[in-house]
């Protein structure tokens, strides 16, 4: 029984011994990950998250102008439409313009059918009397 307690003694403090390794370790760990206990990593810290503000606000800055040129493609779109209609109502009114002016001296599309139809039924008139 003696020796039983003796090796239950033993068992105990290299169980212990174990879990002061494992605590030690624990709190190097700790200290590692802290910035109060570790004061060289915090200027690293501190120029990284100067680095991600500085990111921010380029990300930031690049969103703007993206919005900004969007906006100018929009307008720029509108106005090259605008212009092309315009062109092309101008092109039409002014070939309709000249259509009325080489056509007909001038008359309206009603007068020049009146004419024509006369001129039908002259002709028509004309070969009838000819053939009698």
């Known amino acids: 029984m003696q020796t039983q307690l003796v090796k239950k003694d033993q068992d105990m403090k290299a169980m212990e011994e174990r ?5 030690e370790k624990a709190k190097a760990v700790i200290r590692t990950l802290d910035p109060k206990h570790n004061p060289g990593s915090a200027p690293e810290i501190q120029a990284l998250k100067s680095q991600l503000q500085e990111k921010q ?15 100018t493609r929009d307008i720029e779109e509108k106005l090259i439409v605008s212009a092309w209609y315009n062109m092309g109502m ?3 009114r002014k070939a309709a313009e ?3 002016i080489h056509s007909g001296g001038g008359q309206s599309f009603l007068a020049r059918q009146r004419q ?4 039908r039924s002259q002709a028509v008139t004309g070969t009838n009397s000819m053939n009698r």
């Open 57 to 71: 606000r380029t990300i930031e800055h690049l969103e703007s102008e993206k919005e900004k040129s969007k906006v």
């Open 98 to 100: 000249d259509r009325l």
């Open 19 to 23: 879990y002061k390794k494992y605590l």
């Open 90 to 92: 101008n092109l039409h």
């Open 116 to 119: 024509a139809s006369q001129k």
